[in-house]
């Protein structure tokens, strides 16, 4: 499967949506915390939230670190396959198709427990509709170029082993 190299700005392999990430990331980690004039925090256990917080930055930083290693050469910004890669099945990707993206949110879910932002939570729920949606792109493309695509994704789950 080849696109013609059409110039980034037409998002032809999906460039726009790297920079929507982005831009949401960027609202994860320096947005506002809360509106002013609200209460700061109303979790149930607020001094739980900060070890909380951190088990999950190491957790989702590990499977995100292990999604990029896993794919090695392979990897791109881009949701488009890169031209001579193959299909990864193995290691992390045996238990979620998008160990990066999961990696990614499990990480910023962290992250807000650690700032103990209610509207951070908030942008981490919109992230995670947006790389829904980025992945159902990458995954056409994927089905396009890997036969075999088919059957891993019946396997195997998007972003949560065993329920999503």
């Known amino acids: 499967m080849t696109v013609d190299r059409k110039p ?43 070890p909380i917080g951190c088990v999950l930055i190491v957790a989702g930083g590990a499977l995100f670190l292990a999604g990029v290693a896993r794919l090695g050469r392979r990897l ?19 238990v979620v198709r998008h160990p990066i993206y999961s990696g990614g949110l499990v990480l910023a879910v962290g992250w807000a427990l ?28 994927l089905a396009a170029k890997y036969p075999e695509y088919a059957s891993y994704r019946r396997r195997v789950r998007k972003f949560i082993p065993f329920i999503y």
């Open 8 to 50: 980034w700005w037409t998002g032809a392999r999906g460039e726009w949506l790297v920079v929507g990430q982005f831009l949401l990331i960027g609202l994860v980690v320096f947005g506002p915390r809360t509106l002013r004039g609200r209460p700061m925090w109303v979790f149930p256990w607020p001094h739980a939230s900060l």
């Open 76 to 94: 791109t910004p881009l949701p488009f396959p890169k031209e001579g890669g193959d299909l990864v099945r193995t290691g992390p990707y045996r």
């Open 114 to 141: 650690c700032v103990q932002g209610w509207l951070t939570l908030g942008y981490v729920a919109v992230l995670f509709v947006f790389m829904d949606v980025k992945s159902r792109r990458e995954e056409r493309w």
